[in-house]
Each structure stands twice: as structure tokens, then as C-alpha cells.
């Protein structure tokens, strides 16, 4: 009996230490978890005007962030969130800024600032180029009944591929398009790391209005005197500067500490140590982009200068009205991951590159940006360019080689495929362990006999 008593003893406290344990290493996560559902919550539901049910049951539907109870605050335009009574946080929506984690240190008030100029005229003219309806144009070169097979292809079993939308563009005219129940072509839809792109494309502006040279040193104080000092914006742009970083979104990191906890997220990649020499080591990095997105503001006389630019030179300017590029607390674009726009205005993006940056007559960029952003960086396995992704044989073996594309996470893509004359766009909340993209993508690009 005595040894019963002891054996049941011993593993109460065995349970006890693990749950003890499981506390102390899980408590740290839950600022993260409430912080993300937070955010999305407010960000859907100000910028989208979703109801909170349901981005809870679609958009924040996954572990741990499922965790989370959260409430909307409509006269404040705030979202809060917390795990189990633990961890409260807070985000706030500004117009024309998007919504932001409330830093500890700071009052709602205090992250109320300005806004970006927006010019929102319609056009008179179809699809991209206006707001009129399209012309019905009937292609030889298509078969349709394959294109509508694959489109209708990933939608099946949507509680597993969870596809949201799917835009299909051929020659400047929509050839196919279709949403999941619930969401239109008005729903604006975030574009995660696709932004990444986005954000790259002001700079291919930067320099074709300005001269700006991408092989010049970055302009970081803190890297003057050490060997950081050699790392150029190209560096940057190819993810090989050879900073410390950790991308890692199932865990406390670098990346997962900037996006929910960080003020000033530009900061967060500069304040990191050379790891490698630059140009010698590839390591897909958030904390670069949001670098970027600080250091673009270096390049402007005001803050108001820097709002502006992106709409007046890029997204306004081709009728990407829809967009949306949120900031973090300390003003900056989150050029990593927060970029909003409907599924259209991010096949628009699409065709300003299919175009080689012009668009309708009017040159954005310089052709040779297309060159830049689609040659393999060093050490990417040829997989990666200048913050657009590229095929391989081993990425997508079906469809053509030249396809190149910006990449979200949940699976949002912008495939651009010039041999085709084609721009294809696929948004969601799964990715490639649940869709299959290959045979997506292939499906398309071989129903056109271009």
C-alpha cells in the first residue's frame, strides 16, 4: 500500500512539473498569440468590414492563434485580444494607415497621425486601365472548359485548400475569376509577404525618377564602422546581406517578436549582427524588408512625402485603389507582410510587371528592374530574386520556366508568366502541404496555346 501511495505520488508530481513546465516555456507566447489575433481582427474587420465570428472562424482559425477570445470596439476602432485572461492586447485602426499593435508604452492616442494622400478618380476606360465593364472577347488560343476545370479544381474540398480567390488574366482581359462563399471582388484580402514585393517596386520607381543606385552601401549609421558597412540595397533585396535572423513563425524569433511586439520595425533586422560576409549566404528575412521600408523614408524631405509615395507612384497611379499598406507604430511601412488590396488590384500588380512596368503609356519603372528582380540571388538555390520568387524544375516542373512570382504566406500568390502573356492569382489560407500549386498553375499555362 505504501508503495502504491508512493508511485501515485511521484507521477502526480511528475504531471505537475510537466504542466509547470509547459507554463513557464508557453507563457511567453501567449503576448504573440493575442497579439496576432488582435491585429487580424481589427485589420479585417476596419479594413474589410468583416465581422468578427467571421474572421475568427476563417482568418484566425488555426493553433494556437484559435486560442484567443477577442472584441471589437466600434467607437474606438479597436480590436483586444487575450489567451485565457492572459496577455491582453490592443490594436487601433487609423484611416488610410490600417491597424496597429498598441505598444506597452504607449495610449491610443498617441498612434492617431497622418494620413496618405489618396486620388481615387475612376476612369472611364475597361479592365486593368478603368473602371468600365471589359469587352467579351472570345480567344482562339484557349481552351476554356480546362481553364473553368482548374479554377473550379481549387475551390473542391475548400475545407482543406481553403481557397479564397482565384483571378485569371490573359492578355489584359479577365478569362476567368471566382471567389469562396462570403468574400467578392470588392473584398480587400491581405497579401502577407506578397507585400514584400510591393515594397520593392517603389524602389524600381525610386530609381527610374531619381537615379537612385540599389549597389550603393545601405544608409545605416550603425554599419559604418564594422564590416556591416558593405552591404548594399541589392544585399538586401536578394536576402543574402548575411545578418543574424530567424524566420520562424511556430515559435517565439526574430520575426514573430518584430511583428507583435516590435514599435519600430525597421530596426529590428538593423540592430542585428553580421553572421556572413555579405553576398555569401542566403536567409529569407522579414526584418530586411521592414529595413527597406525604413530606410525608403531616408529618401524624403517629410514623413508626408514618404505616405505619399507609394499611392502616388505606384498604387493610385494604376488604379490599385483598394490597396492599403499598413504601418507600424513608429510610422514605417510593413513592407513584409501588410499589404491589403482585392484580388483585381493585386492582378493589377501583376500586369504592371507582365507590361515591364508600363502601364498604359505610362512607364513606372525601367525594364531592367524586371531584370534585376528576376535574377537568382546568390546561394537561393535560383529560387529567389530581388524580393520576387522564381520557378525551377523543382518548384513548379509543370508550368513554364520563366514564371516568377510574389509569394504570401497561406498560400497568396501573383504569378507572372510572360510566355503566356498571362497573370494568374490564387489567395487563401493554406499553402503548398494543402494545395497543390503545381498542377494549379500548370493546368492554367497549358490552356493557352500562346
Excluded at 79 to 107: H, M, S, W
Excluded at 323 to 341: H, I, K, Q
Aim: proline content about 4%; hydrophobic content about 40%; charged content about 20%.
Amino acid at each position: 500500500m505504501k508503495n502504491f501511495k508512493r508511485i501515485l505520488l511521484y507521477t502526480l508530481l511528475f504531471f505537475v512539473l510537466i504542466l509547470i513546465y509547459a507554463g513557464y516555456t508557453n507563457y511567453p507566447k501567449l503576448e504573440l498569440i493575442s497579439g496576432f489575433a488582435a491585429k487580424n481582427i481589427c485589420s479585417c474587420k476596419f479594413i474589410d468590414q468583416r465581422a468578427i465570428d467571421y474572421t475568427e472562424t476563417n482568418d484566425n482559425n488555426f493553433s494556437p492563434v484559435n486560442l484567443a477570445e477577442n472584441s471589437v470596439d466600434l467607437e474606438q476602432k479597436t480590436a483586444t485580444a487575450d489567451v485565457f485572461g492572459l496577455k491582453e492586447r490592443t490594436a487601433i485602426y487609423r484611416k488610410g494607415l490600417g491597424c496597429v499593435l498598441v505598444p506597452q508604452n504607449k495610449i491610443l492616442g498617441d498612434l492617431i497621425a497622418q494620413q496618405p494622400r489618396r486620388i481615387l478618380a475612376p476612369k472611364p476606360l475597361p479592365f486593368p486601365y478603368g473602371d468600365a465593364l471589359q469587352k467579351d472577347t472570345v480567344f482562339s488560343t484557349i481552351d476554356y472548359n480546362q481553364i473553368q476545370h482548374t479554377v473550379d479544381a481549387a475551390f473542391k474540398n475548400n475545407d482543406i485548400q481553403k481557397t479564397r480567390a482565384v483571378l485569371v488574366i490573359y492578355k489584359d482581359q479577365i478569362i476567368a475569376e471566382r471567389y469562396a462563399d462570403s468574400l467578392n471582388r470588392n473584398s480587400r484580402l491581405l497579401g502577407w509577404s506578397m507585400t514584400k514585393s510591393v515594397l520593392a517596386t517603389l524602389y524600381g520607381i525610386l530609381s527610374f525618377d531619381r537615379g537612385f543606385k540599389i549597389d550603393q552601401p545601405a544608409k545605416v549609421e550603425a554599419w559604418r564602422n564594422d564590416q556591416r558597412a558593405e552591404i548594399t540595397y541589392a544585399d538586401l533585396f536578394h536576402m543574402n546581406s548575411g545578418l543574424e535572423w530567424e524566420e520562424d513563425y511556430s515559435q517565439i524569433s526574430d520575426v514573430t517578436k518584430m511583428l507583435f511586439q516590435a514599435e519600430d520595425m525597421s530596426k529590428v533586422q538593423a540592430e542585428k549582427q553580421a553572421a556572413f560576409p555579405p553576398n555569401t549566404h542566403f536567409n529569407y528575412s522579414s526584418g530586411t524588408t521592414n529595413l527597406l521600408a525604413g530606410l525608403l523614408r531616408k529618401e524624403f524631405d517629410s514623413y508626408q512625402q514618404y505616405l505619399n509615395f507609394p499611392y502616388d507612384k505606384l498604387i493610385d497611379r494604376i488604379g490599385m485603389n483598394s490597396m492599403v499598406l499598413e504601418t507600424d507604430a513608429a510610422g514605417n511601412f510593413v513592407g513584409s507582410s501588410y499589404g491589403w488590396a482585392t484580388t483585381r488590384d493585386w492582378g493589377k500588380f501583376g500586369l504592371l510587371y507582365l507590361h515591364q512596368g508600363n502601364w498604359n503609356g505610362d512607364q513606372l519603372f525601367d525594364k531592367k528592374w524586371i531584370d534585376f528582380v528576376t535574377t537568382p540571388a546568390a546561394n537561393s538555390a535560383k529560387e529567389y530574386g530581388g524580393h520576387f520568387w522564381l520557378n525551377t524544375p523543382e518548384k513548379l516542373p509543370d508550368a513554364p520556366m520563366d514564371t516568377y512570382y510574389a509569394d504570401g504566406f497561406q498560400g497568396q500568390r501573383v504569378y507572372i508568366v510572360p510566355s503566356k502573356d498571362l497573370v494568374v492569382v490564387r489567395l487563401g489560407l493554406a499553402s503548398t502541404a494543402y494545395f497543390d500549386f503545381n498542377a494549379f498553375l500548370s493546368g492554367i499555362t497549358q490552356a493557352i496555346n500562346h
